[in-house]
């Protein structure tokens, strides 16, 4: 899909302020930091829409980007949440679980590993949680610029291997940096959301 028009609609904490259209919505998920709004800013064809940082964990609502008045991207809070203090996880864990399991609209997860490393215990516990829940995921490997083209492949195993995700788990590498894997994420958002 070419983006000409998006829009942040709501920072929402409550359920009461989700969107009203019906339009399906894709969520994009991850530890801080990992590069959720970079990549949602290559989705839209935006530099800065949204909010980058090099300081982690500064998201703390869930944003919903209406794009060409057609769907949603949904930026969830960074977890790491192993780290945060218990009341902190607890509340983000509430309000992201609430989210996930019972809205109507919500038509796919996009879940974010660093493509630099193995998965880490976080990453491993949210996509057994988005299997468990039948939740239709496709895992991104993102920073894949930070790595050598002829390692992306080992890379990707690694990934596959450390989520548990079976063959035809769906997995994608992807740069913010380069727009590598741009077309393909497009193309999974779209067949999910309309499909
Ligand atoms: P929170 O909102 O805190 O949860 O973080 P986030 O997941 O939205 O990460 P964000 O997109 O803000 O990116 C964090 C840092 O990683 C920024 O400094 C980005 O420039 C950098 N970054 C994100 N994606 C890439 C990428 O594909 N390649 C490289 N080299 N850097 C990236
Ligand atoms: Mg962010």
Redesign the pocket.
């Given at each position: 899909m070419e983006v000409h028009n998006v829009e942040l609609v709501m920072s929402a904490v409550d359920p009461k302020q989700y969107p009203t259209t019906g339009q399906p919505e894709i969520a994009?998920v991850?530890?801080?930091?990992?590069?959720?709004?970079?990549?949602?800013?290559v989705l839209i064809n935006r530099n800065s829409y949204?909010?980058?940082?090099?300081?982690?964990?500064?998201?703390q609502t869930l944003n919903f980007y209406h794009v060409e008045d057609a769907l949603y991207f949904v930026?969830v809070?960074?977890y790491g949440y192993a780290k945060a203090a218990k009341s902190e996880r607890a509340k983000w864990g509430q309000m992201i679980e609430t989210y996930l399991t019972s809205r109507d609209t919500l038509r796919g997860v996009i879940s974010?590993v660093d493509g630099r490393h193995a998965p880490t215990a976080d990453d491993q516990q949210m996509y057994t949680w988005l299997s468990y829940y039948e939740i239709p995921t496709l895992v991104v490997a993102?920073?894949?610029?930070?790595i050598a083209g002829a390692k992306w492949n080992k890379q990707l195993s690694l990934v596959r291997k450390t989520l548990s995700m079976g063959h035809d788990g769906d997995l994608l590498a992807?740069?913010?940096?380069?727009k590598a894997g741009k077309d393909e994420v497009w193309q999974w958002i779209e067949q999910h959301a309309f499909g």
């Open positions: 994009l991850g530890r801080s930091n990992v590069g959720k709004s970079s990549l949602t800013n949204a909010r980058t940082s090099s300081q982690p964990g500064k998201t930026d809070p960074g974010l993102t920073k894949m610029d930070k992807f740069s913010a940096q380069t």
